[in-house]
């Protein structure tokens, strides 16, 4: 409980100190990719205060002035964080719209990112072209397609994922690169008591799956790969913990 307080404590304190300068990167268009390196640097500097490393795998490291979809597996509330410090492209997070109202986060998320409220289909029609739009103009997204925090059974993903980041991807020819987040649901389960466990934290960030010349009719066809892909990487680290 001592670290969880620990950690809250140093969550909080380092958001509410750098906040002003994010505050200020948002105010003009130009400027939110600085405030999006503001988020960096808070991660940076959270997970390094707390004492947590993280170790990733980088089968591939995305060029920083390319545009991709990034789509990652998501049991955990640490998700977020995390790949605000592994990915470092400039993306525009795909999220629930119940975030904007977290007093201050709830306004930068707003403000840099895009919202989605998946119980209106008419939000969620507003969200695929505002994605579209994104990638088209050169910035990456970075989407979890479970669609929230579905599975029960962690480290099995909750199947089948949704369309959208497949059917942004296709539209706009770029390469989605799948990530696995091995082990966030162990240092910060999903759960009514909030608690954070001490490991290091492990990811691996797989080589992209193109999709140029691709069309609508392959949405399935990638969903599908970009699962297993995902998905092998959770299924290895989980029998090497039941080994152990």
Wanted: aromatic share 16%; charged share 20%.
């Amino acid at each position: 409980m001592l670290y969880t307080i620990w950690c809250g404590f140093w969550f909080l304190t380092l958001f509410l100190v750098l906040f002003p300068f994010m505050f200020l990167f948002l105010q003009r268009e130009e400027w939110k990719p600085y405030a999006h390196k503001v988020n960096y640097v808070w991660g940076r500097l959270f997970f390094w205060i707390i004492g947590m490393p993280i170790q990733v795998d980088y089968r591939f490291r995305p060029d920083p002035k390319q545009t991709y979809v990034f789509c990652a597996n998501h049991f955990s509330y640490l998700d977020i964080a995390v790949m605000g410090v592994i990915i470092r492209n400039f993306y525009a997070f795909i999220g629930k719209s119940e975030v904007k109202r977290v007093p201050l986060f709830g306004y930068m998320f707003a403000k840099l990112h895009i919202q989605v409220d998946r119980s209106q289909a008419n939000s969620r029609a507003y969200s695929l072209s505002k994605g579209i739009r994104t990638l088209k103009s050169g910035r990456s997204i970075m989407i979890f397609p479970e669609g929230g925090i579905k599975s029960k059974q962690p480290p099995k993903m909750h199947h089948p994922f949704k369309d959208g980041a497949f059917t942004m991807a296709v539209q706009q020819q770029v390469p989605i690169v799948p990530i696995s987040l091995l082990n966030n649901h162990e240092v910060f389960p999903e759960k009514k008591k909030l608690r954070m466990y001490w490991q290091p934290i492990r990811a691996v960030v797989h080589p992209p799956i193109e999709t140029k010349g691709l069309t609508q009719t392959d949405v399935e066809r990638l969903k599908e790969e970009t699962f297993r892909v995902i998905d092998e990487s959770l299924m290895n680290q989980s029998a090497r913990v039941a080994m152990n």
